[in-house]
């Protein structure tokens, strides 16, 4: 059973930083992309990032504040998020599918998200 558990989200000032976690279990996924992406309240589920043995993609929105790893030996994935602003709030989510794809609709796995609010 493919289990994916999102860690480390929380409250932070706007201007700081939080590293989420991304738990992996039941199958190893080392030739597949893991993402991470995010909703806000009343908005579409969007893209953040991507990271796959093509390399990592960026949303234009995070490209420079955000960065995307992943251990596949431990089979772990990580967001560390920085100069966070005010519209990074949102449930963040990992998931698991296509190396490079922007898309919600090419990934096969979800987790439960975790929740990341940044006060101005």
């Known amino acids: 059973q493919v289990q994916l558990v999102e860690s480390g989200g929380g409250l932070v000032q706007a201007g700081g930083s939080l590293r989420l976690s991304c738990a992996a279990s039941?199958?190893?996924?080392?030739?597949?992309?893991m993402g991470w992406f995010r909703q806000a309240p009343g908005k579409e589920r969007e893209f953040v990032a991507v990271?796959?043995?093509?390399?990592?993609r960026y949303s234009d929105s995070v490209k420079g504040r955000f960065t995307i790893s992943r251990d596949n030996a431990k089979n772990m994935m990580y967001l560390q998020m920085s100069s966070l602003k005010a519209e990074d709030t949102a449930t963040y989510y990992c998931a698991v599918g296509a190396p490079t794809s922007d898309r919600a609709s090419d990934y096969y796995y979800w987790g439960q998200g975790t929740q990341v609010t940044v006060s101005s």
């Open positions: 990271i796959s043995w093509r390399g990592s």
């Open positions: 039941g199958r190893t996924f080392s030739n597949y992309g």
